[in-house]
Nanobody, 119 residues
């Protein structure tokens, strides 16, 4: 089993910053990548950013230039630095981890952390 615990969410004013953290533990063998998704009320979950095992990053167009994803492989932790936040960023942010076990891909999700950006 893999457990993901997110932290760092909260209430912030527009233009402010937050840094989310996600620590993974459990049966981790070969990580393919980690990332962040978010889901706003009434909307589908969407990819915010991810980072592969090789260090390649991908960002949603809406956050490009404002958010930065990074990782600490030794701690199995991924971070999301969020700058210049706006109310449209309000959502529950979920950490994900993807790993390879016996040539099969397994996906894991955290419980989510609330980010609320006030105007």
């Amino acid at each position: 089993q893999v457990q993901l615990v997110e932290s760092g969410g909260g209430l912030v004013q527009a233009g402010g910053s937050l840094r989310l953290s996600c620590a993974a533990s459990g049966s981790i063998f070969s990580i393919l990548g980690m990332g962040w998704y978010r889901q706003a009320p009434g909307k589908q979950r969407e990819l915010v950013a991810d980072i592969t095992s090789g260090g390649d990053t991908n960002y949603a167009d809406s956050v490009k230039g404002r958010f930065t994803i990074s990782r600490d492989n030794a701690k199995n932790t991924v971070y999301l630095q969020m700058n210049s936040l706006n109310p449209e960023d309000t959502a529950v942010y979920y950490c994900t981890l993807h790993q390879l076990i016996a040539r099969a891909r397994y996906d894991y999700w955290g419980q989510g952390t609330q980010v609320t950006v006030s105007s």
